[in-house]
Structures are given as C-alpha cells and as structure tokens.
Nanobody, 134 residues
Framework: QVQLVESGGGSVQAGGSLRLSCAASGYTYSSYCMGWFRQAPGKEREGVAAIDSDGSTSYADSVKGRFTISQDNAKNTLYLQMNSLKPEDTAMYYC????????????????????????????WGQGTQVTVSS
C-alpha cells in the first residue's frame, strides 16, 4: 500500500525558509514521478513542482527561483526547499506520486505555467500547513 507522509510545515515570516519532506513507502520510490501541490483556502489546488524518476525538475512560474524540489532515493524521501517565502505561499502543501516514471508536460495558460494537474497523480499525502506572515 502506497503511503506518503509530509512533514516540515510551519509558520514563518516573509523572506524566511522552510524545507518540506515527504516520506514514501509501499512501492519502489524511484519508479514514479513525484510532485508537490498546494491549496490555499478558497482556491483551487495548484501544482508547485515536479521531479521525474530520472531527476528532471519543473516548477510553477510563481515559485521558480525560490523553491527547489529534490529527492533522496536511498531514503525514499521527497523534499521541497522553500526560500524567500511570501504571504501568498500560505497554503496546505501536499506531496503526490504520479504512478508513472515521467511527469506530465508543463501546462500554461494566460502566460502562467505550472507542472502537472492533480488528477494525473494517483497517490497523495495528508498535507502539511505552511503559513507565511508579512
């Protein structure tokens, strides 16, 4: 049974940093594309970052240059390093396993691009809250 457990959320001031972790179990970790999503109150869930099984990464325009997705295959763990946090980054953050080795193509609309859609991912963690105060 696939299980994903996030940790590392918390409350920080704008400009601060947090590192989220996602411990995976129940499958061969390196075989799946992994992603981070977030959902703020009253807003739709959005893709934040994704990493292929071969390590290729993609990011939403809103976090590019500030967030870094990485993984440690030996530890079956996915990470999201978040720097220069802004109040608009406040949300519940979820990790997800795609079920396929390669992540979906990046999606773009109205000049804004993001990596993947929620329905493309098969497995989800319970989420960890990130709150950024101004």
């Amino acid at each position: 049974q696939v299980q994903l457990v996030e940790s590392g959320g918390g409350s920080v001031q704008a400009g601060g940093s947090l590192r989220l972790s996602c411990a995976a179990s129940g499958y061969t970790y390196s075989s799946y594309c992994m992603g981070w999503f977030r959902q703020a109150p009253g807003k739709e869930r959005e893709g934040v970052a994704a990493i292929d099984s071969d390590g290729s990464t993609s990011y939403a325009d809103s976090v590019k240059g500030r967030f870094t997705i990485s993984q440690d295959n030996a530890k079956n763990t996915l990470y999201l390093q978040m720097n220069s946090l802004k109040p608009e980054d406040t949300a519940m953050y979820y990790c997800a396993a795609h079920g396929r080795p390669e992540c979906s193509a990046t999606y773009c609309s109205g000049g804004y691009c993001w990596p993947g859609l929620g329905y493309e991912y098969n497995y989800w963690g319970q989420g960890t809250q990130v709150t950024v105060s101004s």
